[in-house]
C-alpha cells in the first residue's frame, strides 16, 4: 500500500516534458534501441525506462516520446519500431523497413535513406575525431552501430563493400597508414571526401550529432570553433 501511495505521488508530480527535455530523450532512446537491437531482443518497458536517462521522471508521456523516437528510427536510420503485444504486455522489436523479398530490388534502385543515414553518421564521427579516424575508430563505431564487419548487414551489406563504394562516390578518402607495432599489418585512415567537402555542410554533422544526443550545436564547443573557423575560411 505504501509503495502504490509513493508511486501515485511521484506519478501526480511529474511535470510535461520540454522541447528539449523530449529531445534529449528522444536521443537516448534512439541510441539505446540501436545498440542493444544487436542481441535481437525484444524491448520491454520497464527495461526502456531503466536505460533510457530521464525517461522513468516522466513515464506518463512514455508512449509520446516513443512516438517521436520512432519517427526518427525510420527516418534517420531506416528502422521501424514495431509495437508486439504478449500476455505480460506491451514489447517492441526493430525491423527492417524492407520487406526481405523486396530488399534486393531495393537496393538496386538505390534505397538512399538508410545508406545516407549512415554516410551521414560516418562523416561526422570524423569531423568530431578532428578529420581523420582510423580503421579501429570506424569499425567500433559501425558495429555499435549494429553493423558487423565480415558480416552481411540486412540493410547495408558486407560493409567493406559499402565503405568502398563511398570511397569511389568520394564521399571518403581511404588512404594508408602509418602501423607502428606490425609493418606487415595494414591499415588505414579515413577522411570526408571531394564529393563530402563539397556536398556536405559541415554545420549538418553538428547538427546531426546535436540531434542524436539531444544537445544544441553550441554545446560541442570545440568543433562549433572549428566549424565558425572553416565557415570564415569559405570551406
Known amino acids: 500500500g505504501a509503495t502504490q501511495s509513493s508511486q501515485a505521488t511521484q506519478s501526480q508530480k511529474q511535470t510535461p516534458l520540454t522541447g528539449l527535455e523530449q529531445k534529449k530523450i528522444v536521443a537516448a532512446m534512439v541510441r539505446y534501441f540501436l545498440f542493444a537491437d544487436r542481441k535481437k531482443i525484444p524491448f520491454k518497458r520497464p527495461a526502456i525506462l531503466d536505460h533510457v536517462p530521464g525517461l522513468k521522471e516522466h513515464s506518463r508521456q512514455f508512449n509520446e516520446v516513443v512516438e517521436a523516437c520512432r519517427k526518427q528510427l525510420k527516418e534517420v536510420f531506416g528502422f521501424d519500431l514495431a509495437e508486439v503485444q504478449v500476455p505480460s504486455g506491451r514489447q517492441w522489436v526493430l525491423l527492417n ?139
Request: proline share 1%; net charge negative.
Open 97 to 235: 523497413i524492407l520487406e526481405s523479398e523486396q530488399l534486393d530490388n531495393a537496393l538496386e534502385q538505390g534505397a538512399e535513406a538508410p545508406f545516407q543515414g549512415l554516410l551521414m553518421a560516418v562523416l561526422t564521427l570524423i569531423f568530431m575525431k578532428e578529420d581523420s579516424i582510423g580503421d579501429e575508430d570506424l569499425f567500433i563505431f559501425l558495429e555499435r552501430m549494429g553493423i558487423d564487419r565480415g558480416r552481411k548487414h540486412k540493410v547495408f551489406g558486407e560493409i567493406d563493400k559499402t565503405l568502398q563504394q563511398w570511397v569511389q562516390q568520394k564521399y571518403l578518402a581511404k588512404t594508408a597508414a602509418e602501423v607502428q607495432d606490425d609493418s606487415s599489418k595494414r591499415a588505414y585512415k579515413w577522411e570526408w571526401g571531394l564529393r563530402a567537402k563539397e556536398e556536405v555542410e559541415r554545420k549538418s554533422c553538428l547538427t546531426f550529432a546535436a540531434e542524436m544526443y539531444g544537445q544544441s550545436p553550441e554545446d560541442w564547443h570545440e568543433e562549433f570553433k572549428s566549424l565558425l573557423g572553416s565557415q570564415a575560411e569559405g570551406r
